[in-house]
């Protein structure tokens, strides 16, 4: 077969975990995974309105434009953050305008840096983390969301809102998926339970705080002038980061 005469430009782009938490036999180990510019074929993507209604527009967006072979549900919650913030800017540019109080507000989504992390509390290839609850003094064991959790966790969701279509689950749901062990009992029906039974309001607040603290991530922290004042604010991850042109 001749060989194409095009070829799509490409760049490599830093993992936020750089690795660390992959096994060494995954390709994500080496903290970095290489990404092409959007094309027509990613614009059809984005407005294929299938994908918008069922949720998966971003997703199907982000594996068409990986390059590396890797396992998209490896990838972890921050790392995907930052392939997000790399395919705006590879297709749309990195200036990125939104309404905040009133005004419109440009960032330059170039200047975003990775959140810094003690890598000293990885131990390499694992992704497991230990913490004592500050109140009940429970340890526990406890892993970083992955693209594959988080779709087990909306799946759960849904059925949940089947059986109560007034409840919302979600934070204890996570937390579930979250912990690993709970004083060294790794048996999933404790966990539940401990959870839904045992889990200080106060403890969970703290251990969300804690994840929010030490998972590698982009820092969308940034400072805007508005309204004659300058304010720290996290950048707002709308419609219109992907879709600049719409109107809403």
Avoid at 191 to 196: G, H, Q, W
């Amino acid at each position: 077969m001749e060989e194409s005469k095009f070829k799509f430009p490409t760049e490599t782009i830093e993992l936020p975990s750089k690795g660390l938490i992959y096994p060494e036999d995954n390709p994500l180990s080496s903290g970095k995974i290489e990404m092409k510019y959007m094309t027509a074929k990613e614009e059809d993507i984005l407005s294929n309105q299938s994908y918008i209604q069922n949720g998966t527009v971003l997703d199907k967006l982000l594996k068409s434009l990986i390059v590396s072979k890797v396992d998209y549900n490896d990838i972890i919650v921050g790392d995907k953050n930052a392939i997000m913030i790399a395919a705006r800017i590879l297709g749309y540019g990195k200036d990125y305008e939104f309404e905040y109080k009133g005004e419109q507000v440009s960032v330059d989504l170039s200047t975003l840096e990775n959140k810094p992390f003690d890598e000293k509390s990885i131990t390499r290839g694992q992704n497991e983390f230990s913490y004592t609850l500050p109140t009940s003094g429970a340890n526990i064991t406890y892993k970083l969301l992955t693209h594959k959790d988080e779709m087990e966790i909306e799946a759960e969701l849904k059925g949940l809102k089947k059986i109560n279509k007034n409840a919302d689950p979600s934070v204890s749901t996570r937390l579930k998926h979250m912990i690993l062990s709970v004083n060294g009992d790794d048996d999933r029906k404790t966990i539940r339970e401990f959870v839904d039974n045992y889990l200080l309001a106060r403890d969970a607040r703290s251990l969300r705080q804690h994840v929010r603290e030490v998972q590698p991530d982009v820092d969308l922290n940034v400072t805007v002038e508005v309204n004659g004042g300058v304010e720290a604010i996290d950048i707002p991850i709308t419609v219109n980061f992907f879709w600049p042109d719409a109107s809403i």
